[in-house]
């Protein structure tokens, strides 16, 4: 498909690069037109700025999730990140769950294991005290593709952590640009912001950090010093 000439293509949300290219123009589940745009430098996928949800657009598609706490089929999903967190973690260490949502299961998962969590979501727990503390670890499970802002947000959250701290982020790793039309990941129309294997290794290298990655949507960053 081509590009819609009347959108000027935009510099890349993740590194700021130029050099972005139109990927493909597809429509999402809501039966929205959308065009991604992929990063030739971090090799960010993204949606045009001016495609996004409204606020009270995005809010109501969140209202019909169902994540509850005692789901043990939900509580199974988040032991992707759970798991290999948890094994880093000192006993009693203090955390943040950023972008919780409504039902916050990983942070109970982590307080039944003794570490006290604090709570972020922009919708359900609007609480921006929470970024004047630091964190011994940061979770971000199925929260950074709906991000406007990844550099901003997830440099907020890095100079929230302390040295030696960890912080994890569990989302879908976008395909290359021949798969990305078929992805069904992408037609949630609340999913905005498409990281693949090397937008990460681009984040590990703005952070000076240490980086593992765990499974196939799992990453887990180190801040060193």
């Excluded at 993204?46 to 089929?73: G, I, K, M, T």
């Excluded at 960890?166 to 790793?173: A, F, K």
Aim: aromatic share 14%; hydrophobic share 30%.
């Amino acid at each position: 498909m081509t590009q819609n000439s009347e959108i000027r293509t935009p510099d890349c949300i993740l590194c700021e690069s130029g050099e972005t290219s139109h990927l493909c123009r597809e429509e999402s589940r809501r039966m929205r037109m959308r065009d991604f745009y992929r990063c030739g430098n971090c090799r960010l996928v993204f949606v045009h700025p001016e495609q996004r949800l409204s606020p009270e657009e995005e809010f109501s598609r969140y209202e019909l999730h169902e994540n509850d706490p005692d789901d043990p089929a939900y509580r199974g999903f988040l032991n992707r990140m759970f798991e290999p967190l948890s094994k880093k973690l000192s006993p009693g260490s203090f955390g943040l769950d950023f972008g919780s949502g409504p039902g916050p299961a990983l942070s109970r998962m982590l307080e039944e294991e003794g570490h006290t969590v604090r709570i972020y979501d922009p919708f359900y727990a609007d609480d921006p005290s929470v970024f004047d503390e630091t964190y011994d670890f940061i979770t971000s499970t199925e929260t950074a593709e709906h991000l406007f802002r990844p550099r901003w947000e997830l440099d907020r959250l890095w100079s929230c952590l302390k040295s030696g701290g960890w912080l994890g982020i569990m989302t879908s790793l976008a395909p290359d640009d021949e798969q990305f039309a078929g992805w069904h990941y992408k037609n949630d129309d609340t999913h905005v912001t498409f990281y693949a294997r090397e937008s990460f290794e681009w984040l590990k290298r703005r952070w000076k950090a240490g980086l593992e990655f765990s499974g196939e949507s799992v990453m887990l960053f180190r801040k060193n010093g």
